[in-house]
């Protein structure tokens, strides 16, 4: 079963902070964010230590594990929400997750 669901702005935002330290581009930056998300969310539930997924324009497409996947029906029939819109929620949660606060472009990055 995959999953697919579109990218909150306070994600994609949040992302590009954390490229834009890294000298990532856009693109790289959301693949990056989008990943670490799921992998926190996928190590909880079945302690997945890698993650298939794929970012096109502002949507994740996720191939969840049978754990995941039985955790989101769960959830989805305990709430009446759709799978997708849980995994938005719960991905959307880590957006700022692993943005130091005191990090900064290196001296020698290009102007912006």
């Given amino acids: 079963m995959t999953v697919s669901f579109e990218l909150s702005e306070r994600f994609v935002a949040a992302a590009a902070e ?18 670490q998300a799921l992998l926190e969310i996928e190590h909880l539930i079945s302690g997945a230590t ?15 594990t049978e754990e995941l996947t039985a955790f989101l029906d769960a959830q989805a029939s305990d709430t009446g929400a759709e799978e ?19 990090s900064s472009r290196p001296p020698n990055a290009p102007p912006r």
Avoid at 18 to 35: C, P, T, V, Y
Avoid at 50 to 64: S, W
Avoid at 93 to 101: G, K, P, Q, V
């Fill in 18 to 35: 954390w490229g834009e330290i890294r000298l990532m581009d856009r693109q790289e930056a959301l693949e990056a964010k989008a990943e």
């Fill in 50 to 64: 890698d993650v298939e997924f794929v970012v096109e324009d502002d949507t994740v497409y996720h191939e969840p």
């Fill in 84 to 102: 997708a819109v849980l995994l938005r929620s719960y991905v959307d949660l880590f957006a700022r997750t692993f943005l130091d606060e005191e």
